[in-house]
């Protein structure tokens, strides 16, 4: 398991990079319901989310 949670860091850390390059924002988000996530996502009974990131263009100041 804790293998897992660093590679989730490792590809979370690659999408905020490349949503950069883009031109876009990204925000970790670690506080979540899991099951109201998992059943959003679909998830199986042994699947669970560990992170979510939503993606999208920065507000404009």
Known sequence: YRYICMEAGHVAQNIHLQAVALGLGS????AFDDDKIGEILGCKEN???LY???VGFEAEE
């Open 52 to 54: 979510i990131i939503p």
């Open 47 to 49: 699947e669970v989310p």
């Open 27 to 30: 925000v970790p988000v670690g």
